[in-house]
């Protein structure tokens, strides 16, 4: 067997295997060369999602014929002046355009801002047609027809039309977000799927674009994030722990206003949120990452959707600390969604689905008629709070017990003055034993009691926990585990942070480690796979991500402790304990969700109110 130089096409068509996947793969390549041009307009079309026919038009610099023959021509850039060093733009390697060129008919023609002509070159099967002169509007345009016609094999790969288009959209909206002055539009057959008009460069700009993107509703539940720390910025919105979804497919992030789908930001990103949401329930997050261009390296895939920073751990901890810090900052806010939903059930001829959480009884029990109980009993917010103190003093959570040892304001005008100085108001009812209705100068809030003093006592639990070290199980028999060298040495390493969090963990000769103690919080714990997830998790993305999974791992029990020990729902509550309640809230961080990512509470406008009994 000899070895032969394969010729240019064949190049050519094993690169586009690497860079061209499929239709979007395309977009997103010629859509990036458009931004490096300098275009503030960028137009796109396609036909049957891509496969027949697609085309990106600009406004950008344009280029003459004797670029446009360097522009089919692989390894061919005018974007390295820097170096692989410091890449400051978006396209880099000068693969995409031939490589799309070997597999696809291409069509470019392009004229410069000065210039009076404009010039053409056609690729077809990697065969080459030009340039010659041609008439042009200043910019370029490409045209890609019948992708994959000469690689059929490829073709047999293509998903369907739909699926292709989905794609497409979301490549577009994706790389729209990080460019907001910039228009974009995409066109398909008969009508236009997008279209995004230029917005300022600025903050304010850029949440605008989001908003055309993502929706006015995102925007409405969001909290906008600004941290800097060693040179690197993050900017962005972030959505409020109680506006989720089911997949993290709304979430975006940007290094440099390139757009990437890194693990270890995801995984910051879960750390963030991680005792704010419900199990497998995401937030809808944009962040822009703002590095020196010598701190990243982005030329890791072809695709360009990889990076590597140089410090992981101080990106992943700005992210995690910077979200926490807004959402603390934020303060009580619930969504919009969550009031929407609630106007929804107020309107006439409403009836919840049968496995609705508005309805967890049965549906016979949503429209049951409910008899009024007149008793004193049951409307505790007009109680004196002297009557009977000391008989309901016992039953009351340290936190509320604390709160609660204060004046009374029984009075509709001190409960009014209440109203107008705080956000979640005064309490003037509980209905069902359960929920707390509190009244605000503009709204009705409906406050979950089980789960509002669930959060509370979780982060008593979590301050008791990050104020001292963690006392240890000394177990009477160490644990003697195996690891490979590599994860022995960097478990080791991390002894004495382990310690702090009660992990007693020692050298036990090459490849092995000895368990003198765990997490006495923890109780009866598996301390095999406890030591090999940690060893992992430090080995493969740093020593933070070993300390986090052990620190969610007690914050978890934490979590579990403070679920059994707070205000059950069915208790009564008297009007001093309820405005504790709420007072506490207030000054809670995450007290708008529970620790399992349930609302805590609803808050009703008073404007929605007068338009559902036709006030207004």
């Known amino acids: 067997m000899h070895i032969r130089r394969l010729d240019e096409i064949t190049v050519n068509q094993i690169a586009a295997g690497e860079v061209v996947e499929r239709p979007a793969s395309v977009i997103k390549e010629l859509i990036e060369n458009a931004l490096d041009a300098g275009a503030t307009r960028i137009e796109i079309s396609t036909a049957t999602g891509g496969k027949t026919y697609m085309s990106v038009s600009d406004n950008g610099h344009g280029m003459t014929g004797e670029d446009l023959q360097l522009a089919i021509s692989r390894h061919c850039t005018s974007k390295m002046e820097n170096g692989l060093n410091a890449i400051a733009s978006l396209g880099f390697r000068g693969e995409a355009l031939p490589s799309i060129g070997s597999v696809a008919k291409l069509s470019m023609i392009s004229r410069q801002h000065n210039g009076t002509d404009g010039a053409r070159i056609d690729v077809e099967g990697g065969t080459v047609s030009g340039p010659k002169p041609s008439a042009g509007n200043p910019g370029t345009r490409v045209e890609v027809r019948d992708l994959f016609y000469a690689t059929p094999a490829r073709l047999k790969f293509m998903k369907s039309e739909r699926a292709e288009s989905t794609a497409i959209n979301d490549v577009v909206r994706r790389i729209a977000m990080a460019a907001p002055a910039v228009s974009f539009s995409l066109s398909g057959t008969e009508r236009r799927i997008l279209d995004f008009p230029k917005c300022s460069a600025d903050s304010a700009g850029r949440k605008k674009r989001i908003a055309q993107v993502l929706g006015q509703e995102f925007t409405d539940n969001c909290i906008e994030l600004n941290v800097e720390r060693d040179g690197i910025s993050i900017t962005g919105l972030i959505s409020l722990p109680s506006y989720h979804r089911g997949n993290a497919a709304h979430q975006y992030a940007y290094v440099n206003g390139r757009p990437i789908k890194d693990r270890q930001i995801l995984g910051a990103l879960r750390g963030a949120y991680s005792d704010m949401l419900v199990r497998d329930r995401f937030p809808v997050v944009v962040l822009f990452i703002d590095i020196d261009p010598a701190l990243v390296d982005v030329n890791v895939h072809p695709a360009k959707a990889d990076v590597r920073f140089r410090d992981p751990g101080l990106v992943r901890g700005l992210i995690v600390s910077g979200i926490r810090h807004a959402l603390a900052q934020e303060g009580v806010r619930a969504s919009t969604s969550a009031a929407s939903a609630m106007s929804g059930a107020f309107k006439p001829g409403f009836s919840a689905p049968p496995h609705s959480p508005h309805n967890p009884e049965s549906q016979q029990s ?65 209905i069902h034993d359960t929920y ?95 030591v090999r997830d940690l060893a992992g998790d430090i ?77 207004r």
């Open 539 to 615: 080995l493969e993305s740093g020593q933070s991500d070993g300390t986090l999974r052990l620190k969610d791992m007690i914050e978890k029990v934490a979590s579990t402790m403070a679920c059994h020990g707070s205000v059950r729902a069915g208790r009564r509550m008297r009007n001093e304990e309820m405005n504790a309640l709420l007072r506490q809230m207030e000054a809670t961080p995450g007290s708008s969700t529970c620790n399992h990512g349930r609302p805590t509470f609803i808050e009703l406008q008073l404007a929605d109110m007068e338009k559902l009994f036709g006030r």
């Open 366 to 430: 949503w429209n049951k008629p409910v008899e009024p109980d007149l008793t004193e009993s049951s409307t505790p917010f007009v109680n004196s709070f002297h009557e009977g103190q000391q008989s309901h003093m016992p039953d009351m959570p340290p936190i509320v017990r604390d709160l609660a040892e204060t004046p009374p304001r029984s009075t509709d005008a001190a409960a009014q003055r209440v109203s107008s100085q705080f956000p979640l108001g005064a309490a003037r009812a509980q």
């Open 436 to 530: 707390i209705v509190s009244q605000t100068e503009k709204s009705v809030v409906i406050v979950d009691q089980h789960a509002a003093h669930e959060r509370l006592v979780f982060e008593s639990l979590k301050k008791a926990l990050s104020e001292r070290v963690m006392p240890s199980q000394m177990l009477l028999v160490p644990d003697i585990i195996d690891l490979n060298a590599d994860e022995s040495e960097a478990l080791l390493a991390m002894s004495g942070e382990l310690e702090r969090f009660g992990l007693l963990v020692e050298s036990f000769g090459p490849g092995a480690v000895a368990v003198r103690g765990t997490p006495a919080i923890l109780g009866d714990t598996d301390t095999h796979n406890l």
